[in-house]
Each structure stands twice: as C-alpha cells, then as structure tokens.
C-alpha cells in the first residue's frame, strides 16, 4: 500500500493524471475503471487539459464506470451517465462503443451484470481502477457489509449514502435513487491498480479505518489492503485521522528522492 498525503486536492489530481497519462503512453489501449462522485473532478479536468493542449490519445483507452444509479434516466442531471459527459466523455476522444456503465434499469440486471463482468474481461481486465470513498467507506455502492468477493450487482444505499448523495437531489433524500448498479468489491479488487482519491475532513474516519483499521466488510474499502499495488492519494485534512501519517509522508519523500 502507498499512502501520498497532499497539501490539497488539487496535487492529488495532478499526481493521479500522471499517472493515467504515463499509462496512456505506454498502453495506448489501456482500460481505464472510472468513477464518479466531486472527488475525481478535478483529475478529468487536468485529463482533458492533456487531451487538449499536449495532445495525449484516447482512442484507444476503454472505460468502465463503477457504477450507475437505478431509476432515474441516462440523460438526468445526476444520472452518472451525465457527469461522464460533462466531466470527462464529451471532452476527449474515447470512442462511445469503449465507454462502458451500468445499466440504469433494474430489468435483466442479472445478464446485465454477467455481461459487465464478461466485458470486463474480454477487454484483459481493467488496468487502473480510479476510486473516491464514501463517508461509510464504500467503494463504488459496495456499502457496509459487501462481500469481499462481490461482483458486479444491484445494491441498496445505505443510510449515510442517501444523507450523503441528497445535496445532488435538492437536499431531498427522498428524491435519491435507493438502488444502483456497482461493480463488486471483487470485480474492484481484480484490477492491476487502483488509485483512490479522497480529500477533506468529512473523510478522515473513513479514510482512518481504510488504511489503519482492521480488514472487515463493514468497511467496505478495508479490502484493498490486501490489493498488491494500491495507492491511496489524500489530502491533509482527510488523513488527520491516521497515526502514522509521518512514516507515510518521509516514505513517499523517499521514493521520490531514490527513483
Ligand atoms: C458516491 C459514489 C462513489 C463515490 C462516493 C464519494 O456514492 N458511488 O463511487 O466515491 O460517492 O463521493 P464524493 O467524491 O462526492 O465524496
């Protein structure tokens, strides 16, 4: 595991786009699991910058969203359809047939699912896993209790989730879509790496009991620890919480020196 504490969100969108953008070069057909959520807004924009001014390709990159919310249609505003678009799809050059979500109909989820996962894997399995984390410390909509070997699924939202994802809906809780289509932890937890972002103090207990607390379904994220290459991007507000965050600052400030 490595921990990079940041002053601000804004390095750790740097940090996790150059990462993206060494992997484009290398790979050109890499496949990219994406998320959604305020977290990686800032990571799109510095991508599209790349597209745009530096002129790094995408078309050969193939996504796949963690998630889609059930219930509301593709085009709503929150749908998460329409935060691609608007964050990231309509402003590089991904081709729409490598764009690959969830559903947002709960009909024939489960071929819907097994077709997902299939997808996944024809493409070789996806390469860089980009995660933010909830307040409960999901990871995509895998709430408290998720298996561990989880695949991709219909959920419901918990609590802290729907409280969470009303600012989206008017403040009205009851105006959030209950239930989503989320790839499982295990579907997650398959890809080469995976790069979670989380900033702000709202995260640091989730962030805490992810990095430092013990391995459990009840922290839904505590999986990655045992992910052989996953790097945790945060900022100084949402690592407040973890003891040892000097031995992760002097190993990062190590690595750089030395490589
Ligand atoms: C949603 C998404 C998650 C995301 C989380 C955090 O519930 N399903 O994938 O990580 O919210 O969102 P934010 O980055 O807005 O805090």
């Known amino acids: 595991m490595e921990v990079i504490i940041q002053p601000n969100s804004q390095k750790l969108s740097v940090i996790a786009a150059n990462v993206i953008r060494k992997a484009v070069i290398r790979k050109p057909n890499l496949v990219l699991g994406l998320a959604t959520g305020s977290t990686p807004i800032g990571l799109y924009k510095l991508l599209v910058q790349m597209h745009k001014e530096e002129g790094v390709d995408f078309s050969k990159v193939i996504t796949f969203n963690l998630d889609e919310y059930i219930g509301i249609p593709k085009d709503h505003p929150q749908s998460y359809h329409t935060f691609m678009n608007k964050h990231f799809f309509n402003h590089v050059n991904i081709p729409k047939k490598n764009q690959y979500l969830p559903q947002n109909i709960v009909e024939n989820h489960v071929s819907f699912c097994q077709e997902?996962?299939?997808?996944?894997?024809?493409?070789?399995?996806?390469?860089?896993?980009?995660?933010?984390?909830?307040?409960?410390g999901h990871i995509g909509f895998n709430e408290p209790g998720s298996s561990f070997a989880s695949r991709t699924r219909i959920a419901t939202l918990s609590k802290s989730t729907l409280e969470a994802n009303a600012v989206h809906f008017g403040d009205d809780i009851n105006a959030v879509p209950e239930m989503a289509i989320t790839m499982g932890i295990g579907t997650i937890t398959d890809a080469k790496q995976c790069l979670l972002l989380a900033s702000g103090l709202n995260k640091k207990d989730a962030i805490a009991k992810t990095i430092e607390g013990p391995i459990s379904a009840m922290v839904p994220a505590t999986a990655l620890q045992m992910h052989p290459d996953v790097v945790f991007l945060i900022d100084e507000a949402a690592a407040s919480s973890l003891k040892e965050r000097e031995y992760y600052k002097r190993s990062y400030e190590n690595k750089i020196k030395y490589s």
Request: proline share 0%; hydrophobic share 30%; with cysteine.
């Open 116 to 136: 997902y996962e299939d997808s996944i894997r024809r493409c070789g399995g996806i390469d860089i896993q980009v995660l933010g984390i909830g307040k409960d």
